[in-house]
Structure formats: C-alpha cells, structure tokens
C-alpha cells in the first residue's frame, strides 16, 4: 500500500526542493516536519510543514459503487530561512523564485497533485532571537489533489 497522499505530496516536494538546492543555494537543507530549531550553521535551508486540508465531494452521484471522488486542498508552509544580515531579503526572495520553478517543473509532484499548485501568499520575518536570528519568508501554497473516498492513498 502507498504512503497517505499527503505524505506522497510532501515527500514529491521535498525531493523537488532538493534536486534545486544547487542553484537555489540550500543543497540538501530540506527539512518536513522538523521539530529543532535551524542552527547558523545549516543556512540557507528550507523547512516545509503540513497545513490544514480541505475536502469537497467532487462526485455525489457518479458511477463509483460506495465511493466518492473528493476534491481535496492540501495547504503546505514552505519557508526559506537565511542568516539575518543586510542581504537577508535580497537572498530569500531569490530562494522563493528557485521554489516556484521546482514546483512548477516537477513533474511527479504535478502528477499528484492533478491540478496547478497555488502560492497563497508571502511574507518576509525575523525568527528566533540573540545569536540564533533568523531571517525567513514563507510561503503557503495549496496543492489541490483528488482521491476517492475509500482509497486515501492513490490519486483519483
């Protein structure tokens, strides 16, 4: 049996982010669901966390037995974090624009999501506090798949 679809889209994005890392600046420093604080040592990296999903019945009365085809909305924080000095913006948004390319191109994670991934928003800050100032902007996005009810594991 396959992984959740959440944790297939998860797992899809992480790989994306990684195999961008190189021009984007952050290598391998891709991390979901990390519960311990970025040390300076390990920027520019990126962190990813799980959002709220929603779900909407795509199908009520379609040719499907018991099952019903849900359109699901995964929403995902992705957030690049940086040193904080005075080029901090300058290299975050340059992260962000490498993360929409690896999105947008990847095509194992379009082919899960079944439709386009959608940037909700943006929003440069500072995280964390005396040696340990981060400098971040994340980005919430929605990846908008289908499954059928009974089966939470495989696109529909």
């Not at 959440?6 to 982010?17: F, G, K, M, N, Y």
């Not at 909700?120 to 100032?133: A, Q, R």
Request: with cysteine; charged share 20%.
């Amino acid at each position: 049996m396959a992984d959740y679809m959440q944790q297939r889209i998860l797992d899809a994005l992480e790989a994306a982010l990684v195999a961008a890392g190189g021009s984007g600046g952050w290598g391998n420093r891709v991390f979901v669901d990390r519960v311990d604080a970025l040390q300076p040592g390990e920027l520019p990296a990126i962190l990813i966390e799980a959002g709220e999903e929603t779900v909407d019945f795509a199908s009520p009365s379609g040719n499907y037995g018991r099952q019903q085809r849900q359109r699901r909305d995964f929403n995902v924080l992705v957030c690049p974090c940086a040193a904080h000095n005075d080029e901090a913006g300058k290299q975050l948004r340059a992260m962000c624009k490498e993360i929409e390319l690896a999105i947008f191109a990847d095509a194992p994670l379009n082919d899960l999501a079944r439709d386009v991934p959608r940037l909700l928003g943006s929003k440069t800050s500072l995280f964390g506090e005396g040696t340990s100032v981060l400098a971040q902007q994340p980005m919430a996005w929605s990846f908008p798949y289908f499954t059928l009810s009974n089966q939470p594991d495989a696109p529909a």
